[in-house]
């Protein structure tokens, strides 16, 4: 299968939690849209909206009712809301194939934690696409031969952070370093029946719904990696987890969330990570429209100049 029906089929997979009408709208947009779509927008009373490069543009047709919001959470949960319960309360639905559909809307809370979504009034169904070759361009300078270099990629959300780790991932298993990943959220692998939908190399091993901090540790201590693989570090108990894998000699790839060094020098949490010693490159990346480029950085002494 050539890379043009690969990526059709993954838009066509990533939809089919849609309702009926909302498939038949999003079907409706050209081949060279719907294999550069990254996320589709669905929010009651407004049109759908399709998205890339962090912009949004309208698919022509009647606005979205809140029993197709709905009819589309139910659909994505194969009609079992409860059974995921759990991501729910976190704000996402893992589907098949990677794909991931966000919810938004009235929360209910017990004890000061969400317990659910009571009324849904918005849907951000993400399309993962895979990309190999993502991370070539910077391979030879974050490996230097059996040697990989500790890595933080940053970008905006849905700048491609998870796509590059991926591929990442997979070009380091290939050459048989063995890779473990805390795949918190089901993005990096997609795991289904324990097998990834998404291609990790051969000495790769995930570690599937977990915490990030506990499966960290969990990983470096059962599996023995050399290289542990971690998207979208955000807690203090992961900045835990990384040091912990540091002071064991174990390389860490993690993403944030950062539009560039210079709002990610301003972080507080970036300060501590340097501190941890574990980084000694930094991936950014950027997007304008369907052009995604990276460029990379030496952190000196795991700091970069302005730390």
């Known amino acids: 299968m050539d890379e043009k029906?690969?990526?059709?089929?993954?838009?066509?997979?990533?939809?089919?939690?849609?309702?009926?009408?909302?498939?038949?709208?999003?079907?409706?947009?050209?081949?060279?849209?719907?294999?550069?779509?990254?996320?589709?927008?669905?929010?009651?009373?407004?049109?759908?909206?399709?998205?890339?490069?962090?912009?949004e543009h309208e698919i022509a047709g009647?606005?979205?009712?809140?029993?197709?919001?709905?009819d589309t959470l139910a659909r994505a949960s194969r009609w079992s809301v409860?059974?995921?319960?759990?991501?729910?309360?976190?704000?996402?639905?893992?589907?098949?194939?990677?794909?991931?559909?966000?919810?938004?809307?009235?929360?209910?809370?017990?004890?000061?934690?969400?317990?659910?979504?009571?009324?849904?009034?918005?849907?951000?169904?993400r399309i993962a696409r895979a990309v190999p070759g993502a991370a070539a361009a910077c391979l030879e300078d974050i490996q230097n031969g059996e040697q990989v270099h500790g890595t933080l990629i940053l970008s905006p959300p849905g700048g491609g952070?998870?796509?590059?780790?991926?591929?990442?991932?997979r070009q380091l298993s290939q050459q048989g370093i063995r890779?473990?990943?805390?795949?918190?959220?089901?993005?990096?692998?997609?795991?289904r029946g324990g097998m990834p939908q998404f291609d990790l190399g051969p000495s790769c091993d995930v570690l599937d719904g977990c915490p990030k901090a506990v499966g960290a540790l969990q990983l470096v201590r059962t599996m023995t990696p050399r290289v542990l693989a971690l998207d979208e570090i955000t807690d203090p108990a992961d900045l835990d987890a990384v040091r912990f894998a540091a002071n064991c000699g174990v390389t860490v790839?993690?993403?944030?969330?950062?539009?560039?060094?210079?709002?990610l020098t301003r972080k507080?949490?970036?300060?501590?990570?340097?501190?941890?010693?574990?980084?000694?490159?930094?991936?950014?990346?950027?997007?304008?429209g369907d052009r995604h480029d990276s460029r990379i950085e030496h952190l000196e002494g795991g700091k970069p100049p302005c730390c």
């Open 5 to 55: 029906s690969k990526g059709l089929q993954a838009y066509a997979q990533a939809i089919s939690c849609l309702p009926p009408r909302l498939t038949h709208a999003a079907l409706s947009l050209p081949d060279d849209i719907r294999l550069h779509a990254e996320e589709l927008r669905l929010r009651a009373g407004r049109p759908l909206y399709w998205c890339a490069g962090g912009v």
């Open 62 to 70: 009647e606005p979205i009712r809140t029993e197709e919001l709905r």
């Open 82 to 125: 409860h059974t995921y319960e759990d991501p729910i309360r976190q704000g996402y639905l893992p589907l098949a194939g990677g794909h991931r559909l966000g919810v938004c809307g009235t929360v209910s809370m017990e004890s000061g934690r969400p317990t659910g979504v009571r009324t849904v009034s918005s849907l951000c169904l």
């Open 161 to 169: 952070k998870t796509t590059f780790l991926r591929d990442l991932i």
């Open 179 to 191: 890779v473990a990943v805390a795949d918190e959220r089901g993005e990096l692998a997609a795991m």
């Open 253 to 263: 790839l993690a993403t944030i969330h950062a539009a560039g060094r210079e709002e």
């Open 268 to 288: 507080p949490f970036f300060r501590a990570l340097c501190d941890t010693g574990a980084f000694t490159r930094l991936v950014v990346l950027t997007a304008d």
